[in-house]
């Protein structure tokens, strides 16, 4: 993407209706089968699951639960802030990602904002209702004159990796970085580095992310959100969880190249993906993965994406046979 920066020119359609992954109760429901029954790829959660451990750990742990969560997100802070070189009081804690979208537009004193589309869409929801003025930035464009962006490294749903460009206001979007490139990028200058804990470590339903940025920054956030940043299990769970990420990286870099040539086998286009999804599109139309009670994401609300399908990753071999016979029968 060029780096040239234009004034703001009329955008195009933002959506409406903000999707996610992840539905697998609405699916079961339509489906009148068991959640159990699901193979669910439609979000980037990791392909192994939760570690082997962790229901053991939660049981030895459920005193826990008896304890508010430390106001300041400790021992979790302190661990990361450790892991990314940083100081603690330059790390918030938060219940997820979304947690931190939900209001840093009301927190940080921007009145426009430059986004690349098709896209994850909920900062734009989020943008919108704080009246800060989303401008869509597609494939090729110049980068408007905005008093910040959102960028996202992976991108979601493509799967590229592009450094947040200089001389720029916003937000780093890390949530799909792997944590060997997350250490290295320190505090960056103006910028708010936003990232999600459960998608590594497969704990969505525990709710835990972190922003990286500068002390004064973190404090308008803090000033925004609830007292208490995440639940207290989850706090005391990270230093647990920590050391595993890099080869848990690993897994999804193996998974991840193990789509993309099963795709290319059946004649599927698809993306070079960075993150733990490829987005895809068949030969000639799309399968009907529903009667295999398989759960994917597709975009009905960017026409950018019509007939393109995002695939989660896979490591049970049951689950890979069950995706192949589901390409076998595309028409």
Same mark, same amino acid.
């Given at each position: 993407?060029?780096?040239?920066?234009?004034?703001?020119?009329?955008?195009?359609?933002?959506?409406?209706?903000?999707?996610? #992954?992840?539905?697998?109760?609405?699916?079961?429901?339509?489906?009148?089968?068991?959640?159990?029954?699901?193979?669910? +790829?439609?979000?980037?959660?990791?392909?192994?699951?939760?570690?082997?451990?962790?229901?053991?750990?939660? !049981? =030895?742990?459920?005193?826990?639960?008896?304890?508010?969560?430390?106001?300041?997100?400790?021992?979790?802070?302190?661990?990361?802030?450790?892991? &990314?070189?940083?100081?603690?009081?330059?790390?918030?804690?938060?219940?997820?990602?979304?947690?931190?979208?939900? *209001?840093?537009?009301?927190?940080?004193?921007?009145?426009?904002?430059?986004?690349? *589309?098709?896209?994850?869409?909920?900062?734009? %929801?989020?943008?919108?209702?704080?009246?800060?003025?989303?401008?869509?930035?597609?494939?090729?464009?110049?980068?408007?004159? *905005?008093?910040?962006?959102?960028?996202?490294?992976?991108?979601?749903?493509? !799967?590229?990796?592009?450094?947040?460009?200089?001389?720029?206001? !916003?937000?780093?979007? =890390?949530?799909?970085?792997?944590?060997?490139?997350?250490?290295?990028?320190?505090?960056?200058?103006?910028?708010? %580095?936003?990232?999600?804990?459960?998608?590594?470590?497969?704990?969505? #339903?525990? %709710?835990?992310?972190?922003?990286?940025?500068?002390?004064?920054?973190?404090?308008?956030?803090?000033?925004?959100?609830?007292?208490?940043?995440?639940?207290? +299990?989850?706090?005391?769970?990270?230093?647990?969880?920590?050391? =595993?990420?890099?080869?848990?990286?690993?897994? *999804?870099?193996?998974?991840?190249?193990? +789509?993309?040539? +099963?795709?290319?086998?059946?004649?599927?286009?698809?993306?070079?993906?960075?993150?733990?999804?490829?987005?895809?599109?068949?030969?000639?139309?799309?399968?009907?993965?529903?009667?295999?009670?398989?759960?994917? /994401?597709?975009?009905?609300?960017? /026409?950018?994406?019509?007939?393109?399908? /995002?695939?989660?990753?896979?490591?049970?071999?049951?689950?890979?046979?069950? &995706?192949?016979?589901?390409?076998?029968?595309?028409?």
């Amino acid at each position: 993407m060029s780096s040239n920066i234009t004034q703001l020119t009329p955008s195009i359609a933002m959506p409406n209706d903000f999707p996610h #992954g992840g539905g697998v109760e609405a699916a079961a429901k339509a489906w009148a089968c068991d959640v159990s029954d699901i193979l669910d +790829l439609s979000t980037g959660l990791h392909p192994a699951g939760q570690p082997d451990w962790l229901a053991a750990w939660l !049981g =030895e742990h459920a005193d826990l639960a008896a304890h508010y969560p430390d106001v300041d997100g400790e021992p979790a802070r302190s661990i990361l802030a450790e892991a &990314f070189k940083v100081q603690p009081e330059q790390v918030l804690m938060t219940a997820g990602a979304q947690a931190v979208i939900e *209001v840093i537009f009301q927190a940080m004193p921007w009145q426009s904002m430059g986004v690349c *589309v098709p896209c994850y869409n909920e900062p734009i %929801r989020c943008a919108k209702r704080a009246g800060c003025a989303v401008h869509a930035i597609e494939r090729g464009d110049s980068l408007p004159a *905005v008093d910040a962006l959102w960028w996202t490294s992976p991108q979601n749903p493509f !799967g590229n990796i592009e450094a947040f460009p200089n001389a720029f206001h !916003g937000v780093l979007d =890390e949530s799909y970085m792997p944590f060997s490139e997350r250490r290295k990028l320190g505090v960056m200058p103006d910028v708010i %580095r936003l990232g999600s804990l459960t998608k590594t470590f497969c704990i969505p #339903g525990l %709710r835990l992310g972190y922003v990286i940025a500068d002390s004064a920054v973190i404090q308008k956030l803090k000033a925004w959100l609830p007292p208490w940043p995440s639940s207290t +299990l989850a706090l005391h769970l990270l230093p647990k969880l920590l050391p =595993e990420a890099d080869a848990r990286d690993l897994q *999804v870099e193996a998974a991840r190249e193990r +789509l993309q040539a +099963l795709l290319k086998k059946y004649d599927w286009q698809y993306y070079e993906s960075y993150a733990s999804f490829v987005l895809a599109r068949p030969p000639v139309e799309t399968p009907d993965f529903s009667a295999k009670r398989i759960l994917v /994401r597709e975009f009905p609300e960017w /026409r950018q994406l019509q007939g393109w399908v /995002r695939f989660g990753l896979m490591e049970k071999e049951c689950d890979w046979q069950r &995706f192949e016979r589901a390409l076998l029968e595309q028409k």
